[in-house]
Protein backbone atom coordinates (compact mmCIF):
# COMPACT_ATOMS: atom_id res chain seq x y z
CA UNK A 1 0.00 0.00 0.00
CA UNK A 2 2.60 2.28 0.93
CA UNK A 3 4.33 1.64 -2.33
CA UNK A 4 1.04 2.21 -4.63
CA UNK A 5 -0.24 4.72 -2.87
CA UNK A 6 3.17 6.50 -1.74
CA UNK A 7 4.48 6.74 -5.39
CA UNK A 8 0.90 7.95 -6.49
CA UNK A 9 1.27 11.11 -4.03
CA UNK A 10 4.96 11.58 -5.02
CA UNK A 11 4.40 11.15 -8.80
CA UNK A 12 1.19 13.44 -8.40
CA UNK A 13 0.17 16.54 -5.67
CA UNK A 14 3.75 16.23 -4.27
CA UNK A 15 5.75 16.32 -7.60
CA UNK A 16 9.15 18.36 -7.52
CA UNK A 17 8.25 19.24 -3.40
CA UNK A 18 9.89 16.24 -1.77
CA UNK A 19 10.60 18.47 0.98
CA UNK A 20 6.37 19.16 1.41
CA UNK A 21 6.25 15.41 1.31
CA UNK A 22 8.89 14.77 3.59
CA UNK A 23 7.43 16.80 6.16
CA UNK A 24 3.88 15.20 5.42
CA UNK A 25 5.96 11.91 6.86
CA UNK A 26 7.45 14.21 9.70
CA UNK A 27 4.33 15.70 10.78
CA UNK A 28 2.19 12.35 10.61
CA UNK A 29 4.94 10.22 12.38
CA UNK A 30 4.81 12.88 15.24
CA UNK A 31 1.38 13.59 15.12
CA UNK A 32 0.70 9.24 15.99
CA UNK A 33 3.27 9.72 18.48
CA UNK A 34 1.81 12.58 20.24
CA UNK A 35 -1.39 10.76 19.75
CA UNK A 36 -0.16 7.49 21.28
CA UNK A 37 1.18 8.73 24.52
CA UNK A 38 -2.63 9.66 25.36
CA UNK A 39 -3.11 6.42 27.62
CA UNK A 40 -6.33 5.04 26.50
CA UNK A 41 -4.78 5.75 22.64
CA UNK A 42 -1.66 3.61 23.71
CA UNK A 43 -0.81 1.00 20.78
CA UNK A 44 2.58 -0.90 20.35
CA UNK A 45 3.07 -0.24 16.55
CA UNK A 46 2.20 2.91 14.87
CA UNK A 47 3.51 1.30 11.20
CA UNK A 48 -0.42 0.46 10.05
CA UNK A 49 -1.31 3.93 11.34
CA UNK A 50 1.08 5.54 9.09
CA UNK A 51 0.04 3.83 6.39
CA UNK A 52 -3.42 4.50 7.05
CA UNK A 53 -2.42 8.44 7.13
CA UNK A 54 -0.63 8.02 3.69
CA UNK A 55 -4.02 6.26 2.61
CA UNK A 56 -6.11 8.65 3.79
CA UNK A 57 -4.00 11.69 2.26
CA UNK A 58 -4.00 9.85 -0.82
CA UNK A 59 -7.55 9.35 -0.65
CA UNK A 60 -8.46 12.95 -0.36
CA UNK A 61 -6.16 13.91 -3.50
CA UNK A 62 -7.62 11.14 -5.52
CA UNK A 63 -11.54 11.16 -4.61
CA UNK A 64 -12.60 9.92 -7.99
CA UNK A 65 -10.29 7.29 -8.80
CA UNK A 66 -11.68 3.82 -8.51
CA UNK A 67 -10.56 1.36 -6.37
CA UNK A 68 -11.31 -1.90 -6.86
CA UNK A 69 -10.90 -4.26 -3.46
CA UNK A 70 -10.06 -7.52 -3.47
CA UNK A 71 -11.87 -7.65 -7.07
CA UNK A 72 -15.00 -8.10 -5.24
CA UNK A 73 -16.40 -4.16 -4.70
CA UNK A 74 -15.30 -1.25 -6.77
CA UNK A 75 -15.50 2.16 -4.88
CA UNK A 76 -14.54 5.23 -4.99
CA UNK A 77 -10.95 6.41 -3.49
CA UNK A 78 -12.73 8.67 -0.97
CA UNK A 79 -14.37 5.99 0.61
CA UNK A 80 -11.19 3.59 0.75
CA UNK A 81 -9.86 4.53 3.76
CA UNK A 82 -13.11 3.73 5.21
CA UNK A 83 -13.93 0.30 3.93
CA UNK A 84 -9.96 -0.72 4.50
CA UNK A 85 -11.10 -0.07 8.31
CA UNK A 86 -14.39 -1.82 8.21
CA UNK A 87 -12.36 -5.09 6.43
CA UNK A 88 -9.86 -4.48 9.38
CA UNK A 89 -13.05 -4.89 11.83
CA UNK A 90 -14.45 -7.84 9.71
CA UNK A 91 -11.33 -9.71 10.14
CA UNK A 92 -10.69 -9.26 13.83
CA UNK A 93 -7.58 -6.52 13.91
CA UNK A 94 -7.57 -3.64 16.04
CA UNK A 95 -9.37 -1.05 15.31
CA UNK A 96 -7.62 2.02 16.90
CA UNK A 97 -4.61 2.02 14.60
CA UNK A 98 -6.32 2.22 11.69
CA UNK A 99 -8.41 5.47 13.84
CA UNK A 100 -5.09 7.09 14.38
CA UNK A 101 -3.91 6.98 11.28
CA UNK A 102 -7.45 8.46 9.53
CA UNK A 103 -7.05 11.21 12.80
CA UNK A 104 -3.56 12.23 11.79
CA UNK A 105 -4.25 12.09 7.89
CA UNK A 106 -7.17 14.33 8.29
CA UNK A 107 -5.30 16.35 10.64
CA UNK A 108 -2.36 17.08 8.16
CA UNK A 109 -5.17 17.74 5.21
CA UNK A 110 -6.92 19.93 6.97
CA UNK A 111 -4.39 22.06 8.15
CA UNK A 112 -2.81 22.14 4.62
CA UNK A 113 -5.31 22.13 2.28
CA UNK A 114 -9.15 22.81 3.57
CA UNK A 115 -8.18 25.64 6.09
CA UNK A 116 -6.21 27.49 3.53
CA UNK A 117 -8.88 27.14 0.88
CA UNK A 118 -11.74 28.70 3.67
CA UNK A 119 -9.80 31.30 3.97
CA UNK A 120 -7.35 30.62 6.72
CA UNK A 121 -3.21 30.76 6.52
CA UNK A 122 -1.64 27.70 5.80
CA UNK A 123 -0.32 26.94 9.54
CA UNK A 124 1.32 24.03 8.41
CA UNK A 125 4.28 25.09 6.13
CA UNK A 126 7.01 22.98 5.22
CA UNK A 127 9.72 24.80 7.27
CA UNK A 128 12.95 25.80 5.54
CA UNK A 129 15.22 23.20 7.78
CA UNK A 130 13.07 20.38 5.63
CA UNK A 131 14.18 22.09 2.61
CA UNK A 132 17.59 22.46 3.35
CA UNK A 133 17.84 18.37 4.13
CA UNK A 134 16.25 17.58 1.19
CA UNK A 135 19.15 20.02 -0.84
CA UNK A 136 21.77 19.18 1.34
CA UNK A 137 21.29 15.05 0.68
CA UNK A 138 20.03 15.69 -2.91
CA UNK A 139 16.72 14.17 -1.96
CA UNK A 140 14.15 14.22 -5.22
CA UNK A 141 14.35 16.57 -8.31
CA UNK A 142 17.71 18.97 -7.56
CA UNK A 143 16.89 22.81 -7.55
CA UNK A 144 18.16 25.43 -9.01
CA UNK A 145 20.99 26.94 -7.54
CA UNK A 146 19.79 30.26 -7.70
CA UNK A 147 16.11 29.31 -7.08
CA UNK A 148 15.22 30.63 -3.48
CA UNK A 149 12.90 28.18 -1.60
CA UNK A 150 9.53 28.52 -3.38
CA UNK A 151 5.99 27.60 -1.13
CA UNK A 152 3.66 25.08 -2.54
CA UNK A 153 1.58 26.56 -5.02
CA UNK A 154 3.27 29.63 -5.93
CA UNK A 155 3.92 28.61 -9.34
CA UNK A 156 7.56 27.95 -9.29
CA UNK A 157 7.06 25.07 -11.23
CA UNK A 158 10.27 24.63 -13.29
CA UNK A 159 11.42 21.47 -14.88
CA UNK A 160 14.74 19.81 -13.30
CA UNK A 161 17.83 19.78 -15.69
CA UNK A 162 17.70 17.17 -18.06
CA UNK A 163 20.42 14.32 -18.16
CA UNK A 164 19.60 13.97 -21.76
CA UNK A 165 22.23 15.70 -24.50
CA UNK A 166 19.32 15.27 -27.28
CA UNK A 167 17.87 18.56 -26.03
CA UNK A 168 19.44 21.44 -23.76
CA UNK A 169 16.47 23.48 -24.18
CA UNK A 170 15.38 25.23 -21.45
CA UNK A 171 11.53 25.10 -20.48
CA UNK A 172 9.48 26.84 -18.26
CA UNK A 173 5.47 25.52 -17.44
CA UNK A 174 3.01 28.41 -18.29
CA UNK A 175 1.17 28.94 -15.06
CA UNK A 176 -3.01 30.22 -14.46
Known sequence: MILRYGVQ???????????????????????LLVLSAIP?????????????MLLY?????????????????????????????ALDVIFGSPILPDLLGI????LYYFLTVLYPLSGG????KTPSWVHRIVQRYRIGYPRPSNA???????GDSRAPPSTSTAFRGRSYRLTD
Open 57 to 85: VWSREFPNAQINLYGLVALKAFYFPWAML
Open 121 to 124: KNIL
Open 103 to 106: VAGH
Open 148 to 154: PFAPPGS
Open 40 to 52: FLRTPFLGISLVF
Open 9 to 31: LEKGPFERRTADFLWMMIFGALT
